[in-house]
């Protein structure tokens, strides 16, 4: 059983294009995250939810939204896709508590052309 | 804010060799958690190894290993008897404590080539 998993793995698209990935946990968690990886492999936090209310809404423009239906799920939905938004996007997720470590998911890879 | 610094982009050890993975950080937190992340080529992110900033033991999981000198906030990790399969770009990670929704702050990542 596949704790966090994202779907889709792979994401080709047009310039000007909406998509959403999706993400679901398995693993009850009350956290969820997304993260970029950029083409240098730096990756950075977006997103993160705790029980379905935004937390964090880092500097992110707002084609980006994200979704959370219930605590097991968090979607991200990306309008207007510009070349820029190529990268490879991580969901986590983690038990709410002191220091407990996050578990991702096995990245969307993102390519626009 | 909160940064992370790994120093080396790119390290290489002979198999079965140690190998020690820099990473310094810069906080005004007195509490805090710092974690080592493995991404293979599969692209998979794994968590090697968690240290709480409150312990003055260093964390240990098999054949990996942290030395974590708080004053100098410095957090390296160390891999004994590296395997083919270690090969991967390492992150170290910070998350402030206090429990919530923080995310994690990475560094830039070293890549690790583990040479037969």
């Known amino acids: 059983d596949t704790a966090v998993s994202q779907t889709p793995k792979y994401l080709v698209t047009q310039m000007g294009n909406d998509k959403s990935i999706k993400c679901e946990q398995n693993l009850g968690h009350d956290t969820m995250y997304w993260y970029k990886q950029d083409s240098k492999k730096f990756l950075k936090i977006m997103f993160s939810?705790?029980?379905?209310?935004?937390?964090i809404n880092e500097t992110v423009p707002n084609r980006f939204s994200p979704k959370s239906p219930d605590k097991a799920h968090l979607n991200l939905h990306i309008n207007s896709l510009e070349l820029g938004d190529s990268a490879v996007y991580f969901c986590?997720?983690?038990?709410?508590?002191?220091?407990?470590?996050?578990?991702f998911g096995d990245g969307t890879r993102l390519s626009i052309l | 804010a909160q940064t992370v610094t790994q120093s080396q982009p790119e390290m290489s050890v002979q198999e079965a060799e140690t190998v020690t993975l820099s990473c310094t950080y810069d906080?005004?937190?007195?509490?805090?958690?710092l974690f080592w992340y493995k991404q293979p080529p599969s692209r998979q992110m794994i968590l090697v190894i968690r240290?709480?900033?409150?312990?003055?033991q260093n964390a240990t999981e098999n054949r990996f290993s942290v030395n974590f000198q708080k004053a100098a906030k410095s957090f390296s990790l160390k891999i004994s008897d590296s395997q083919l399969g270690d090969a991967a770009m390492y992150f170290c990670?910070?998350?402030?404590?206090?429990?919530?929704?923080?995310?994690?702050?990475f560094g830039k990542g070293t890549h690790l080539i583990i040479q037969p």
């Open positions: 906080t005004s937190e007195s509490d805090y958690y």
């Open positions: 939810y705790n029980n379905k209310e935004l937390i």
């Open positions: 990670a910070y998350r402030r404590g206090g429990g919530g929704a923080d995310g994690l702050t």
């Open positions: 240290q709480e900033a409150y312990k003055q």
């Open positions: 986590a997720s983690s038990q709410e508590g002191i220091g407990q470590p996050q578990h």
